[in-house]
């Protein structure tokens, strides 16, 4: 029963995440935009006031995907797609094997009743280990979704995610495969916890007061909501996580232009206001809604068509 519970997951997630990969695209670009790719120097210039470049408009989800359809072609919206599906085979189907297992184990232990507490600690605790073993597909993801926004000189140009592992190992070492592992996992704990522990909690709750039978409505409506819950407690972590994934290594002698996560959050602060924390928002909630119904409701389904086994 604990490996129905990592197969189900597994093929829920890959569906969810190909079918809203652009979405997750178009979050990333707006994530990225108002950074400068000056090195840190010139960021610490920024920092008081001089900015070593003029911040370009920010743009809406409608507008920057019109944008890279028209200078990169329309399959530039699945850029990175193969790492997605990778991401996805390692990452979720892990963390979502390991939730079902721990809150299989833990309800049985309690009559058969997960309290929310405990729901959001096993979300918790599956996050972090699926974030942790499926990291490199993330760094390769990001870089992979954000490279058509670089000069043409300066993009990586990764063929695949199989390509674009071997470079990072062979230029970079394989550390940079864990680069920004602490905000990738602190990310996946906060997702995780949030999405699946809401989803879980409000489905009792629809159909324990009998509101709603448990059917494709209770799902959607568990998953709308879980899908909102998690796009406001991760947004900020996925825009320095995002930022940190897509750093190049910096020249020998020169610093990088963030030190780490907390210096990212402050020089992005300071540089583009709290908000800038927030960038991406919409198309998170525009792809975190669709990503989580498709999920939640795929993953539903596959029990359905797997509980005899």
Not at 8 to 18: D, K, Q, R, T
Not at 144 to 157: K, V
Not at 292 to 302: G, K, W
């Amino acid at each position: 029963m604990g490996y129905k519970g990592f197969l189900e997951g597994g093929i829920a997630s890959v569906i969810a995440g190909c079918s809203t990969h652009p979405l997750d695209l178009i979050k990333v670009r707006m994530q990225l935009q108002g950074e400068t790719l000056a090195p840190a120097s010139a960021l610490r210039t920024a920092t008081i006031g001089v900015s070593p470049t003029p911040l370009q408009p920010r743009m809406g989800p409608i507008t920057i995907g019109m944008q890279i359809v028209r200078s990169e072609g329309p399959t530039a919206l699945f850029s990175g797609i193969s790492a997605t599906v990778l991401r996805q085979s390692v990452y979720s189907t892990t963390g979502m094997g390991i939730y079902d297992v721990l809150k299989t184990r833990w309800s049985a232990k309690n009559d058969g009743v997960l309290p929310f507490y405990r729901k959001i600690i096993a979300g918790i605790i599956a996050g972090g280990i699926g974030a942790t073993v499926g990291n490199p597909a993330d760094v390769a993801m990001v870089r992979m979704q954000a490279d058509g926004r670089l000069p043409i000189e300066q993009r990586r140009n990764y063929k695949g995610v199989g390509d674009a592992i071997r470079t990072m190992v062979r230029s970079e070492g394989v550390g940079s495969l864990w680069k920004g592992s602490s905000m990738t996992v602190n990310r996946a704990m906060v997702v995780t916890a949030s999405q699946l522990a809401t989803y879980d909690q409000m489905k009792e709750a629809l159909v324990g007061s009998g509101a709603m039978q448990d059917g494709f409505g209770t799902h959607v409506a568990s998953s709308i909501i879980a899908g909102l819950v998690a796009a406001m407690a991760s947004n900020p972590i996925d825009v320095i996580k995002t930022r940190i994934l897509n750093m190049k290594p910096a020249a020998e002698g020169v610093p990088p232009v963030y030190s780490g996560a907390i210096d990212c959050a402050v020089k992005t602060v300071r540089a583009e206001g709290p908000m800038a924390l927030y960038k991406g928002f919409i198309p998170i909630v525009s792809r975190q809604g669709p990503f989580t119904i498709v999920l939640f409701v795929t993953l539903e389904q596959v029990r359905k068509l797997l509980k005899d086994f």
